[in-house]
Every structure is written in C-alpha cells, then in structure tokens.
Antibody, heavy 119, light 107 residues
C-alpha cells in the first residue's frame, strides 16, 4: 500500500533553514508528483509547492518562492522540502502528499512533521 | 492566483441533520475541485475529487456538486465522526490553492 514516512519534529531558530524528508513506498515513485502543504497553528491548509518526480519540474506558491526548495532523490524514493530564512510564522505542521498522477489532487498524505521556529 | 472562498467558517449541526458547505472560486475552475476532510491530529484525507466523485472509504451521505465557480458539499444525516474541518482545493491553475476551511461541529 502507498505509504509515506516523514522525518521527525524540528526546532529551529529564526533565520535558520530546515529540511523535511518524505520517504515513499508502495508505488513507482517517478510516476506520481509530490506536493507539500503546511498548516500553521489555528490556521488552514496552505499549498507550498509541487514537483514532477520524473522530470524534476517544480512549481511553488508565490508567497514561498525564493525560500522553499523541493527536491527528490529517486533512488531513495524520497522527496525533500527545504525552507530557508525561517521566521516564527513558519511554525507549522508540514505535509507531503502524492498526486493522483502528475498535476491533479492530493490523493495520499504523509503523517506530517512539526517544525517549530523559536528563539 | 485563484482565490477559494468557503462559507460558513463554522457550521453547528444536530446529529442526523444535514450540513451544507459552500466553496466559491474567484474564476472558473471547470470541475477541477477537491474536498478534504481534516480531523485534529490526523493528516487530511481526500473526500471528493473532480467536483463530485466520492473518494474511497467515504459513505454515500457525503455528496458534492458544482462546476465553474460554485461548489457545494453536503453531509446528510450528520454523525459525530464527521466532526472535522473541510477544505476545498482547486487544481485547475497554478498555484494550487485551498479555501480557508469550514469547521463542522455537532450542536
């Protein structure tokens, strides 16, 4: 079955960077795109970006452009989301999610990774 | 960017009654709309895709309709296990965008 295992919780200081990993299993990694979504405390879901795991093509939200980088290691069937210049407002649970195919809806979700930004 | 607007923000419904949630897109997204159910402490779950198709594992009391800019999710005969925040999301244009969510509570 399709599964995702995300890396553990992180605590970072303002200005630092964080990388969250998402290990996929149960399907052919390069046949489906991966999205990243976050939820800050008391807030709704926010789409951050997307990567075509076959071609490496990426899309990002305008708000996060320049600070977020999504990559993959296809040999490890793992996707990564790096967020730089962290601010307190980046404190959130970060989710990876697999697309239905390449550019549709989010069909399978990881369990989430809490990133806390605090001085 | 397409803005998704959900209403109401919170919906209190008695058990067994019907909950009606709305989602509006700032421009036409044809039928490229998904609904997600999000319970506290859990990952969101895909509930509806392509505007009206129910995802695996959800009972028939969840129905959805709409196209263009106006979409509706209906939960009939509401049960305690349906308490959650429901989000709509468009996948017609980049960037993908979510609505701000509707919290469904038991009255």
């Amino acid at each position: 079955q399709v599964q995702f295992v995300q890396s553990g919780a992180e605590v970072k200081k303002p200005g630092a960077s964080v990388t969250v990993s998402c290990k996929a299993s149960g399907y052919t990694f390069t046949e489906y795109a991966i999205h990243w979504v976050r939820q800050a405390p008391g807030q709704g879901l926010e789409w951050l970006g997307w990567i075509n795991t076959d071609t490496g093509k990426r899309k990002y939200s305008a708000k996060m452009q320049g600070r977020v980088t999504i990559t993959t290691d296809t040999s490890a069937t793992t996707a990564y989301m790096e967020l730089s210049s962290l601010r307190s407002e980046d404190t959130a649970v970060y989710y990876c999610a697999r697309d239905r195919e390449l550019d549709y809806y989010l069909l399978y979700w990881g369990q989430g990774t809490l990133v806390t930004v605090s001085s | 960017e397409i803005v998704m607007t959900q209403s109401p923000a919170t919906l209190s419904v008695s058990p067994g009654d019907t909950a009606t949630l709305s989602c509006r897109a700032s421009q036409s997204i044809t039928g490229k709309l998904a609904w997600y159910q999000h319970k506290p402490g859990q990952a969101p779950r895909l509930l509806i895709y392509d505007g009206s198709y129910r995802a695996t594992g959800f009972p028939p009391r969840f129905t959805a309709s709409g196209s263009g800019t106006e979409f509706v999710l209906t939960i009939s005969s509401l049960q305690a296990e349906d308490v959650a925040v429901y989000y709509c999301q468009q996948y017609s244009n980049w960037p993908r965008t979510f609505g701000q969510g509707t919290k469904v509570e038991i009255k």
